[in-house]
């Protein structure tokens, strides 16, 4: 089997999985910090395979990288530190 059919089913499974999280309504911390670690490998497989950059410079694949590190941080801190008027 090709590598990049083996990313997109790995895609599929890592996307039914936060599917599932999200209908069965499972908001647990230790869920949501693993929704998004599994949403962390998503995007860097989607950076490294479908993007093309994993034989790039390092300088080049970091800029998207830290990007989603930012994005995702910040998810994570408004989710548990939610604002309450």
Not at 6 to 23: D, E, K, N, P, R
Not at 42 to 55: A, N
Request: hydrophobic fraction near 60%; charged fraction near 10%; aromatic fraction near 18%.
């Amino acid at each position: 089997m090709r590598t990049i059919t083996s990313i997109w089913m790995v895609l599929v499974l890592l996307s039914m999985f936060a599917f599932l999280v999200g209908w069965f309504k499972i908001t647990s911390s230790f869920f949501i910090a693993l929704l998004l670690l599994t949403t962390f490998i998503k995007g860097q497989l989607v950076i490294d395979y479908f993007m093309d950059l994993r034989e790039v410079s390092l300088k080049y694949r970091l800029i998207p990288t830290l990007w989603l590190m930012i994005v995702l941080s910040l998810i994570g801190v408004a989710y548990y530190f939610p604002l309450h008027p």
